[in-house]
T-cell receptor, first 114, second 113 residues
Framework: AQSVTQLDSHVSVSEGTPVLLRCNYSSSYSPSLFWYVQHPNKGLQLLLKYTSAATLVKGINGFEAEFKKSETSFHLTKPSAHMSDAAEYFCVVSDRDSWGKLQFGAGTQVVVTP | EAGVAQSPRYKIIEKRQSVAFWCNPISGHATLYWYQQILGQGPKLLIQFQNNGVVDDSQLPKDRFSAERLKGVDSTLKIQPAKLEDSAVYLC???????????FGQGTRLTVV
């Protein structure tokens, strides 16, 4: 069975400082991993994905994530936060044992202060 | 490329009434998902279709919820009768096949009063 744990429900950062959103996963097979962002009253948008290629994945808007199999982690980072990064972020796992079911974490709310 | 289309965007109904949501996925996408997102929580999968067959409906409350995907294209999700706890955003998503990234519609915000 697959599962996702997002270790922080809320993260507050100052504009221009680094952002770190932590995600741990459990999967019985080689997983695919994704990060999605949800701005208020907007749909879910894919930030980046890992599908067994390079372990360091670059996404849109300066975000990147590193797949660490030994730590079962897929943390999301950005070197310098922008006010527009304020949103809800979801870590998602999918594996072939579950017919590609997308299992969402509970989400991390990011607040960016001037 | 057109995205995932959902309608309506908003719906307010009284408890015990019925409601239906419609989704048109991206053309050529074999996998279609319906998710329920309650305020402050992550999306929860209700049902997953592969073409017009169901591959996962383990979390669908089958006594009140039903879904179909005729001809493997668009899909309808129905609730009958609705309960107060069904108030949520219902998200439709599609992907080219399983294990690939899913593209989400804007969602339908349901309020049951």
């Amino acid at each position: 069975a697959q599962s996702v744990t997002q270790l922080d429900s809320h993260v507050s950062v100052s504009e221009g400082t680094p952002v770190l959103l932590r995600c741990n996963y459990s999967s019985s097979y080689s997983p695919s991993l994704f990060w999605y962002v949800q701005h208020p009253n907007k749909g879910l948008q894919l930030l980046l994905k890992y599908t067994s290629a390079a372990t360091l994945v670059k996404g849109i808007n300066g975000f990147e994530a590193e797949f660490k199999k030994s730590e079962t982690s897929f943390h999301l980072t950005k070197p310098s936060a922008h006010m527009s990064d304020a949103a809800e972020y979801f870590c998602v796992v999918s594996d072939r044992d579950s017919w590609g079911k997308l299992q969402f974490g509970a989400g991390t709310q990011v607040v960016v202060t001037p | 490329e057109a995205g995932v289309a959902q309608s309506p965007r908003y719906k307010i109904i009284e408890k015990r009434q019925s409601v239906a949501f419609w989704c048109n996925p991206i053309s050529g996408h074999a996998t279609l998902y319906w998710y329920q997102q309650i305020l402050g929580q992550g999306p929860k999968l209700l049902i997953q279709f592969q073409n017009n067959g169901v591959v996962d409906d383990s979390q669908l409350p089958k006594d009140r919820f039903s879904a179909e995907r005729l001809k493997g294209v668009d899909s309808t999700l129905k609730i009958q009768p609705a309960k107060l706890e069904d108030s949520a955003v219902y998200l439709c998503a599609s992907s080219y096949r399983e294990n690939t990234e899913a593209f989400f519609g804007q969602g339908t915000r349901l309020t049951v009063v």
